[in-house]
Structure formats: C-alpha cells, structure tokens
C-alpha cells in the first residue's frame, strides 16, 4: 500500500511565529495547534528542510514512516521530525486528535 499524498480532515491553526534572523535568515520558528478529525490523514512528506517536534495533546495518531515503521502517539508522548524524517499520520479513532506542532520553516 503506497501513502497517502493528500492532506484531508486536519485543521491547523498559527499561534505564533518567531522570525530567526540574524543568526537564521530566511527561517522562522512557527507554534501551531493542529486538530485531526476522526478519518484523518496528513498525507506523506518530508522534514529535510523543515525539523519539527509534536506534542500530543488529545487522542492517538498513528504514525507511519518509510520503511514501514509504525507508531501510535497518546497524550504527552513526542514526536521528533529531523531532517531525515518521511512520514504520513493517521487518526484511526473515533475521537479527535489534538496536538502542537513547532518547527523551523522558511515561509
């Protein structure tokens, strides 16, 4: 089974972004909220020019990276998004999932 490419029932929200320059030109550190919905996917992509950690608030997602690792995530537990990370999540439960997502982009 390939991954999924589409991002479908996942609604995040900006709290607040931090511009990085001088010492990071360009980059801005970035907090979101993020809500997956019963069903929901955030399709497969990579970390390589954009590192991140996730916090589960609320609810399990299931993780899945190349190679076939697979992990399911519940409150408190953290998920680290290094540049070599490629991965797709899933809410495979009947309740939503919340978690906070912050990372280093170039917007």
């Given at each position: 089974m390939s991954p999924p490419q589409d991002t479908k029932g996942v609604d995040g929200k900006v709290v607040s972004t931090v511009d990085l320059a001088p010492d990071l030109p360009g980059h801005q550190l970035r907090l979101r909220r993020l809500t997956f919905e019963p069903g929901a996917v955030a399709g497969v992509h990579s970390h390589k020019d954009r590192p991140a950690f996730a916090?589960?608030?609320?609810?399990?997602?299931?993780?899945?990276?190349?190679?076939?690792?697979?992990?399911?995530?519940?409150?408190?537990?953290?998920?680290?998004?290094?540049?070599?990370?490629?991965?797709?999540?899933?809410?495979?439960?009947?309740?939503?999932?919340?978690?906070?997502?912050?990372?280093?982009?170039k917007p």
């Open positions: 916090y589960i608030l609320e609810g399990t997602l299931t993780e899945m990276r190349e190679g076939g690792f697979q992990k399911q995530h519940n409150p408190g537990d953290v998920i680290t998004e290094s540049r070599d990370v490629t991965h797709w999540a899933e809410n495979k439960s009947s309740g939503k999932v919340v978690i906070v997502g912050i990372d280093v982009f």
